[in-house]
């Protein structure tokens, strides 16, 4: 289940293909830290995307459609029945995918940045069945197309984002009247000492090598993969408008946390 279903929610060789681009980039970074810059997720050695993908799609298959999405209040009723859904910074297209394939009546977009992952997406799409129902486009966070999404969703990127209250703000235009963002990020305490386990040192290792470098890339604030969740609040509430904030419900990997207008 480990090692070679790669429809097991325990599948983890993913994590091998992430680790190898942060090998890739450790020249790149030691030289951020000298100068303070950058670096962009689309800059990263080229098996970073899809070994991304495939470490977090474990956790998709193990609980997204059976206990994240329940979680929300009334969501699942509204993909049943057909909802428009925007999955922000969707990469791959894991994510878009998985819902999909449990709510056929809904539609489904995803948007990110960078081109060889929404290519990518497409074809998975289309493999797996669903290009009727979902479509992928190059989008930023704080540009793409649509209003009136009855679900948003940021799968552990918020946190990554240059503008994560720019992207926050967006969402809050895009989003229907009576609909629901479901932002899911990595577990983290807004305690620093309560993050120093074993799975606090895999995110602020990753954190490190990925996540700042790609935020400070455009001068964003580094949020970070252990943001915490009074720090994610003040990004959804203060600076996107969203007067409604929810965790929803918890991993001991992820933080699924919802906002409505």
């Known amino acids: 289940m480990a090692l ?14 992430v ?8 020249p790149k970074i030691e030289e951020n830290f000298r100068t303070g810059k950058g670096l962009e997720w689309g800059h990263q050695h080229p098996c970073l995307f899809e070994g991304t993908e495939r470490f977090f799609r474990s956790g998709y298959i193990g609980n997204l459609t059976t206990a994240w999405l329940p979680a929300l209040d009334g969501v699942v009723a509204k993909l049943t029945a057909g909802a428009k859904v925007a999955d ?9 995918i998985l819902m999909a394939k ?3 009546r809904s539609r489904f977009f995803g948007f990110d ?8 997406a497409q074809q998975r799409a289309r493999e ?14 704080t540009e793409f197309p649509g209003k009136d999404y009855d679900l948003i969703a940021h799968f552990d990127c918020l946190h990554d984002m240059e503008d994560p209250v720019g992207a926050a703000r967006w969402a809050r235009q895009a989003i229907a009247a ?12 807004d305690k620093t000492e309560e993050n120093h386990n074993i799975v606090g040192r895999v995110f602020y290792s990753a954190s490190t090598m990925l996540c700042v470098p790609h935020s400070l890339s455009s001068r964003g604030p580094a949020l970070g993969a252990q943001a915490g969740e009074a720090r994610l609040r003040e990004v959804i509430a203060t600076g996107g408008g969203f007067t409604r904030f929810r965790r929803a419900t918890q991993t001991p990997f992820n933080l699924i946390l ?3 207008p």
């Open 102 to 104: 449990a709510y056929p």
């Open 258 to 260: 919802e906002a409505r």
């Open 88 to 96: 922000v910074g969707c990469g791959l297209g894991a994510s878009t």
């Open 128 to 141: 797996a069945g669903v290009s009727d129902r979902v479509t992928f486009q190059v989008a930023k966070s």
């Open 178 to 189: 009576d609909g629901t963002w479901m932002i899911v990020e990595p577990f983290a305490s």
């Open 19 to 26: 680790t190898q681009a942060m090998w890739s980039g450790e």
């Open 113 to 120: 940045y960078h081109a060889g992952s929404v290519e990518l």
């Open 4 to 17: 070679a279903d790669e429809t097991s929610p325990a599948f983890v060789p993913g994590l091998f293909q």
